[in-house]
């Protein structure tokens, strides 16, 4: 067996020689009991595969001269050794094939341009959080919500019969009941809760008709375009859940506020620029603006849009950058409605501002938003600024847990709902209702 | 090409009978060139090395990159650095090292950038921060007193007067007073800091001779590097390195160090204290010295 192995390494490590192989032939057939019809495979020659792989040599630069071009032997329509080889010019279908299709450089797209546009998406994670927020859509914060708007809710009129236990009830289904296993997850749990606390507003409507003139809407497309200063941005992406109204919000702050917002100064971020953070493309569609639907839907008017943290599970924001995308996509969904009533052209004054309430939360935080939007006009710090009422990080419940917390014998949090917070949910009843009441 | 290999390979596999038995009679040409040459092929699939490609991106991230440890093999497979192995897993934040790295658009003035934030870094003794300027993000080495929300400036002005030096700021050696601390230094201009980054350490600017300066190193060795190199000012972060206590072998083990072996030997010529006079100054500049005769 070795010596058949030694001779046939030699033998290969050379090229096949008529000698080798007519010996090896000769032997197998002298041998008498095995004969192999096949010549014995060289598995064992071959160069140490784990070795180091050397660099591709990048092959010499050929420039090409255009008077001295190499001589190829493209016209003798055969190889012969020592001519160039010819370069055929690339040849393209003239009919666009779906199976085989390129997609151009980015340079060369038709929609390609020179200035470059910032994106933000519903994955946009903004560094500064909120100030940046601000500070992109030219607008003044105040914190805390419109007194009008709470006020509202404590006439006992307003409220649901029963409310503190449906509540806490609509939280136990959400944290405990909905599932088979041990406890559900989270982007269940948020979505269910928020769907239950909806649906306990809508009780309402046999009191309030205004509530039936609303609906609600699902992973709708908003694109929404604006230039601050000397950039350009768009706001694009599905966002959240849309509660949207056939008659408009009323506006929040009068005109005299309106007109005292012109003082206000804007916090500057310097040095990280408002761009940061956003995705910068040089391929877009200038004065991209789309509410997500068509211009005859019977529901024109954003109430409410709900946006929950634990959608996308690949990632999620912290509450700085969470309530930055409520605000941002709260002023994307005032802008696109204001560019379809007013126009594309920067408005200084709104005649009528366009008011959005925003909600968002994770399944145990809530963050309330109402913002006003009373200007287009974003060329300058200066001027009428939009307004937003943001109320942060109000906790619904403190724990809902399944199994208590015990540490050194003692309970520490009890299992089941605890530290449940009223007024919480009556300010979400407040947003649900305002311009119902 | 391949196909001219793979039919080469299969051709001399199947050699018919018909060609063997006469083959017996004929031992001839027939042979020849019925069995092709073949050095046999691969079955199995793409044996490329992967070792290594963590490391090829090119596009700067501040998102951390999952890294492959070597376990002090080198690329023949064989230990080259005993010692080396195990420990946790970690993963690599791309540090910029050039602090002058303009944005784009930007270039020629002096930029701030503002620390978003200071952490371990599992890869290097000292700290890394994140710092944040106009619309981008990366990671420096931390120094001393850094903290989040702190302001950095980095320019590459030099101007007659020396410029006050505020701790973790950038600028060349030609624009800082003489005898501040300094770190990441830059022994060729526009390369990248090499000199001067672990945990505590620093260098002290000596003086400033036509055009070049001379900064001591942590070892007490001089070198001379052209006055427009980029160095930060203050000492590196965690400057409690040194006094750190590994407490127990396993902690060396969670770092990736292997045990050497116990076996004792001989301690031969470098091994005890030396007392031997500093090296030469090391120049990095290719300038005649006025000292030079």
Redesign the interface.
């Known amino acids: 067996m070795f010596p058949e192995t030694a001779r046939c390494v030699t033998a290969a490590l050379s090229p096949f020689s008529k000698t080798a192989v007519l010996k090896e032939l000769r032997r197998l057939s002298a041998h008498g009991g095995v004969c192999r019809l096949q010549p014995r495979r060289h598995f064992a020659v071959s160069r140490r595969l784990t070795a180091k792989v050397p660099p591709p040599r990048k092959p010499r630069e050929r420039v090409p001269i255009p008077g001295l071009e190499m001589i190829n032997y493209g016209e003798r329509m055969h190889y012969v050794p020592g001519l160039a080889k010819p370069v055929n010019p690339d040849w393209e279908k003239d009919f666009k094939d779906p199976r085989y299709y390129k997609s151009p450089p980015l340079d060369k797209m038709p929609l390609s341009k020179e200035k470059p546009c910032y994106v933000f998406n519903q994955r946009s994670s903004l560094l500064e959080g909120v100030p940046q927020a601000l500070c992109l859509t030219k607008t003044k914060l105040i914190p805390g919500l419109p007194p009008q708007l709470l006020s509202a809710v404590e006439n006992p009129a307003n409220q649901i019969p029963d409310q503190d236990e449906r509540v806490q009830n609509a939280i136990k289904h959400a944290r405990f009941w909905d599932t088979t296993e041990e406890r559900p997850d989270k982007t269940k749990y948020s979505n269910t809760l928020l769907n239950n606390l909806m649906h306990l507003c809508a009780t309402l409507q046999s009191s309030h008709p205004a509530i039936g003139r609303r609906m609600l809407a699902e992973k709708y497309s908003l694109a929404a375009t604006w230039k601050r200063g000397e950039d350009l941005f768009q706001i694009r992406g599905q966002n959240g859940l849309l509660h949207s109204c056939m008659d408009p919000l009323p506006v929040v702050s009068g005109r005299e506020e309106v007109a005292e917002t012109a003082d206000h100064v804007m916090q500057s971020l310097y040095p990280v620029s408002p761009t940061i953070d956003l995705q910068k493309i040089y391929v877009y569609k200038e004065e991209m603006n789309n509410t997500g639907f068509r211009d005859d839907y019977p529901y024109p008017h954003v109430h409410t849009l709900y946006i929950l943290d634990g959608a996308d599970t690949n990632f999620s924001l912290r509450r700085e950058q969470f309530r930055a995308k409520i605000l941002m996509f709260a002023f994307g969904n005032a802008l696109a409605r204001a560019h379809k009533l007013y126009g594309t052209q920067p408005q200084r004054v709104l005649d009528c501002p366009i008011t959005v309430q925003a909600v968002g939360t994770n399944g145990r935080m809530f963050q309330f938003l109402v913002f006003q939007l009373n200007t287009t006009d974003f060329s300058g710090d200066d001027g009428i600024k939009n307004q937003a009422w943001l109320d942060e990080d109000a906790e619904l419940y403190d724990f809902a847990k399944v199994r208590p917390l015990i540490k050194k014998k003692q309970v520490k949090v009890p299992a089941g709902l605890a530290g449940y917070k009223p007024e919480i949910f009556n300010k979400f009843l407040a947003m649900y209702l305002h311009g119902a009441v | 090409m391949a196909l001219s290999c793979l039919t080469r390979a299969l051709r ?4 018919s ?1 018909n060609t ?1 038995l006469s ?2 009679c004929e ?1 001839g040409a027939l ?2 060139t019925t ?6 092929f ?1 079955t199995t699939a793409s ?3 992967n070792k290594t490609l963590w490391k090829q991106r090119e596009k700067y991230t501040i998102k951390p990159i999952g890294m492959k440890k070597t376990g002090g093999r080198d ?3 064989r230990i080259r650095t005993h010692g080396i192995g195990g420990g946790h897993k970690q993963r690599y934040r791309w540090i910029d090292f050039q602090r002058l790295h303009y944005e784009e658009g930007k270039e020629g003035k002096p ?4 620390v ?1 934030e200071v952490r371990y870094d599992p890869c290097r003794s000292a700290d890394i921060a994140l710092v ?6 990366r990671w420096i080495i931390a120094t001393e007193n850094m903290q989040a929300g702190d ?1 950095i400036k980095t320019s590459a002005v030099i101007g007659r007067m020396a410029v006050l030096a505020n701790e973790g700021d950038a600028h060349p050696l030609g624009a800082l007073p003489v005898g501040t601390l300094v770190n990441n230094l830059e022994i060729q201009p526009g390369k990248g800091s090499e000199y001067i980054r672990a945990a505590g350490t620093s260098g002290v600017l000596l003086r400033k001779v036509n055009g070049t300066a001379i900064v001591q190193l942590p070892s007490k060795q001089q070198v001379q590097v052209h006055e427009t190199c980029m160095v930060t000012v203050g000492r590196v972060s965690n400057i409690d390195h040194n006094k750190e206590v590994i407490g127990k072998a396993g902690r060396n083990r969670w770092f990736g160090v292997r045990p050497s072996s116990g076996l004792w030997q001989r301690k031969g010529g470098w091994a005890g204290r030396k007392i031997k006079p500093l090296p030469a100054m090391k120049n990095y500049v290719n300038l005649p010295s006025i000292t030079a005769q």
């Open positions: 001399s596999l199947t050699v009978q063997l083959s017996q031992l042979v020849s069995v092709a040459q073949c050095r046999g691969l044996l490329e090395q690329h023949t497979g930029f701030e950038e503002k978003v944040a300027g106009g619309s981008r993000k302001t």
